[in-house]
């Protein structure tokens, strides 16, 4: 009894283990390419680009979300259903913002 | 047949097995918890959403004031807190690891460090609050900036790229919005990472039931990449100068 305690035990490990997904090392080179994409972020604000610098802002900004997302909340490793709504969420948000910037840009209340 | 593995060890007080009697088996138990987190995520965007709406709204509307509001924080403090905050979601993703690995001091410890960071950034926050307040930069509760800090070129400058103060005032408003809710969720997530280090202390998470810190880790990186996105739109509107960074002064 106790032997299929510590097999079922050993193998439900191995199971997680395997569900959870990443390697410390995969953690580490997360986080050295999340620094990396900060010190990105703070280069590119250095440089003065106009009207780029908000946009090449925000692309380093949602690259580094997506890592985030992927490795550290795991998605990489859930199933579907946990994407799908994690994916919905952010489609919810877009729309939330596109349409009232729509309807004020309709109304000539945005300055383009 | 996973679910009773462990269940040998619950004598005393109400420790159960990990599979909770409404689910069929562990995949599905798991599923479901991930998704409902997933789901609660999904209405905190939705909140912070409405803030980032009312951030694009007024910048497109007047985007000097955006830039005079951002040179006015203290980009150096704010950059500070940005490695803290990423460092603080590494050492939780090193505890979500450590649960997974039975491992209880591991656990513990990297809890502990996540907790002593999002303190720190708190910390941090907090005297760069009491130097806007300071500057009279906080509308509604001492907004005088312009009247005392700021002469006449100042003013006439802000009226050539067509904004007036209010404007500027606008930005603040936005960027203590902004901040404090974010702020509100670093104290919920530190008390919660406080409580998980007491619960991991007590021998909690070490029987196949560790799925409760991977979704507070879920918690705690949806608040990093918040700041993520607040970082460079609030500090960087007006440029990086890295001079004033490595230099002792703050932003401006």
């Known amino acids: 009894m106790a032997t299929s305690h510590a097999t079922a035990d050993a193998h439900e490990h191995a199971h997680g283990a395997q569900h959870h997904g990443p390697t410390v090392g995969t953690y580490n080179v997360v986080i050295i390419a999340l620094l990396v994409l900060l010190i990105i972020t703070l280069g590119a604000a250095a440089v003065d680009l106009g009207s780029l610098n908000l946009p090449i802002a925000m692309v380093i900004a949602v690259i580094k979300a997506a890592i985030v997302m992927t490795f550290f909340m795991h998605?990489?490793?859930?199933?579907?259903v946990v994407r799908t709504f994690a994916v919905m969420a952010l489609v919810f948000l877009v729309l939330?913002?596109?349409f009232p910037m729509a309807d004020f840009m309709s109304r000539g209340m945005m300055p383009y | 047949m996973a679910a009773d593995a462990h269940a040998h060890g619950g004598h005393g007080g109400h420790r159960h097995s990990a599979l909770q009697h409404q689910f069929d088996d562990m995949?599905?138990?798991?599923?479901?918890?991930?998704?409902?987190?997933w789901l609660f995520l999904a209405t905190?965007?939705?909140?912070?959403?409405?803030?980032?709406?009312?951030?694009?709204?007024?910048?497109?509307?007047?985007?000097?004031a955006f830039h005079e509001g951002a040179s006015l924080l203290d980009q150096k403090l704010g950059t500070i807190n940005t490695f803290v905050l990423l460092a603080s979601s590494w050492t939780m993703a090193m505890a979500?690891?450590?649960?997974?690995e039975r491992n209880k001091k591991m656990l513990a410890l990297m809890l502990l460090i996540t907790v002593l960071f999002g303190a720190a950034f708190l910390g941090i926050k907090a005297v760069e609050w009491g130097k806007d307040y300071q500057e009279g930069l906080v509308p509604g509760i001492r907004w005088n900036y312009y009247e005392h800090h700021a002469g006449p070129k100042k003013l006439q400058e802000l009226a050539e790229h067509g904004v007036s103060p209010t404007n500027v005032k606008m930005y603040f408003t936005i960027y203590f919005c902004m901040t404090g809710l974010h702020a509100i969720h670093m104290i919920i997530g530190i008390a919660l990472v406080g409580y998980f280090i007491f619960l991991a202390l007590k021998g909690q998470f070490m029987g196949g039931n560790e799925q409760p810190v991977e979704i507070l880790g879920l918690y705690w990186h949806l608040v990093d990449i918040i700041w993520i996105f607040l970082f460079p739109l609030l500090y960087l509107t007006a440029g990086f100068n890295p001079a004033h960074f490595f230099g002792g002064a703050g932003g401006h």
């Open chain 1, 75 to 80: 998605l990489k490793f859930s199933s579907g």
């Open chain 1, 96 to 98: 939330l913002w596109l």
């Open chain 2, 27 to 37: 995949e599905q138990q798991r599923d479901s918890l991930s998704m409902g987190m």
């Open chain 2, 44 to 64: 905190e965007l939705m909140m912070f959403g409405g803030l980032f709406f009312a951030y694009s709204f007024y910048r497109w509307q007047s985007p000097w």
């Open chain 2, 96 to 100: 979500v690891h450590y649960s997974a």
